[in-house]
């Protein structure tokens, strides 16, 4: 089955600076690669995600990057705020499978 | 849209009874939710896959008949810890995907506290 890490699993920065998240996957099948967000206590919410045929995605300060020779996939968040902390999640499934297999998340620490 | 809700956002029970947690989207068809579990500073660990009409599919380890999954409706799913301990205390949480895409949406959560 997929497996799929993630690193690292702490990460501060400095308000204003950019974090970057990177995940690797196993299965070669895999074709859609989400990323979720968790604050405390909280349900993940899916904040950007990439599929197979696209190289790189982005929404505003967040942007994703797949790299599928090397079966990678990163997260990047670039001027970051306070409000950016919390474990960010990767995660990869293949179509006709529809389990997500997460990684081990990311807790991230924004520093005022 | 896509909102998915859970219910209830937490529930404290005494060990042997049983506990029923109901998971609904409420803007979008679901053909398949999930059911996962999460131990504090963890990730999500998938428990089984509910799909509308059909019996669940468990994840190895799983007890399908300590954890009993009803998917009864296009929108509603139902996750029954039976028989309770204290170690199944944790934090459920259930996804929806919305028929014929890709895409979960994670319901609140409900946290189980056994006595």
Known sequence: ?112 | GAVVSQHPSWVICKSGTSVKIECRSLDFQATTMFWYRQFPKQSLMLMATSNEGSKATYEQGVEKDKFLINHASLTLSTLTVTSAHPEDSSFYICSAQRTGSYEQYFGPGTRLTVT
């Open chain 1, 1 to 112: 089955g997929e497996n799929v890490e993630q690193h690292p699993s702490t990460l501060s920065v400095q308000e204003g600076d950019s974090a970057v998240i990177k995940c690797t996957y196993s299965d070669s099948a895999s074709n859609y690669f989400p990323w979720y967000k968790q604050e405390l206590g909280k349900r993940p919410q899916l904040i950007i995600d990439i599929r197979s045929n696209v190289g790189e995605k982005k929404d505003q300060r967040i942007a994703v990057t797949l790299n599928k020779t090397a079966k990678h996939f990163s997260l990047h968040i670039t001027e970051t705020q306070p409000e950016d902390s919390a474990v960010y999640f990767c995660a990869a499934i293949y179509f006709g499978n529809e389990k997500l297999t997460f990684g081990t998340g990311t807790r991230l620490t924004i520093i005022p």
